[in-house]
C-alpha cells in the first residue's frame, strides 16, 4: 500500500512555470507506475503523464506534450511533474496516483492509489 501527497500546486502567471511534487509513504515505491491527472469542475478527469518503475519511459497527453516533464526519485520516494509554457486554463485540480503493473495506463480507473491533488491556476 502507498499513501500519496502533493504539493506545489498555485497560481502563476501564462506563460510561466510550476513543479509539482508528490511524496509517497512505504518502501516499496519502486514497485509502482506513477501518473499525473488533472481535473476542472464538470470536467473528466484527464491523463497528464505517467511514469514507469525505473524512470526511464515516459508517457503525456496530447495537450501537455514538450511542456511537461514527469520525473522520479525513487531514493526519495519522489514524483515531479515539471510545468512550462502554462496556458490560461480553467483551474484544476492536480493528482498523483499509482499503480503496480507492467504497462502504462491513460486510465483513471486503473490506478489504485491517489493523493488528495493540488490545485493549479493559471491566469491570462
Known amino acids: 500500500q502507498v499513501q500519496l501527497v502533493e504539493s506545489g500546486g498555485g497560481l502563476v502567471q501564462t506563460g510561466g512555470s510550476l513543479r509539482l511534487s508528490c511524496s509517497a509513504s512505504?518502501?516499496?515505491?519502486?514497485?509502482?507506475?506513477m501518473a499525473w491527472f488533472r481535473q476542472s469542475p464538470g470536467k473528466e478527469r484527464e491523463f497528464v503523464a505517467a511514469?514507469?518503475?525505473?524512470?526511464?519511459?515516459?508517457e503525456y497527453g496530447d495537450s501537455v506534450k514538450g511542456r511537461f516533464t514527469i520525473s522520479r526519485d525513487n531514493a526519495i520516494n519522489k514524483v515531479y511533474l515539471e510545468m512550462n509554457s502554462l496556458r490560461p486554463e480553467k483551474a484544476a485540480v492536480y493528482s498523483c496516483?499509482?499503480?503496480?503493473?507492467?504497462?502504462?495506463?491513460?486510465?483513471?480507473?486503473?490506478?489504485?492509489?491517489w493523493g488528495q491533488g493540488t490545485q493549479v491556476t493559471v491566469s491570462s
Open positions: 511514469i514507469n518503475q525505473n524512470g526511464v519511459s515516459a
Open positions: 512505504g518502501r516499496t515505491f519502486s514497485s509502482y507506475r
Open positions: 496516483a499509482a499503480v503496480i503493473r507492467y504497462s502504462v495506463s491513460y486510465v483513471p480507473g486503473d490506478y489504485n492509489y
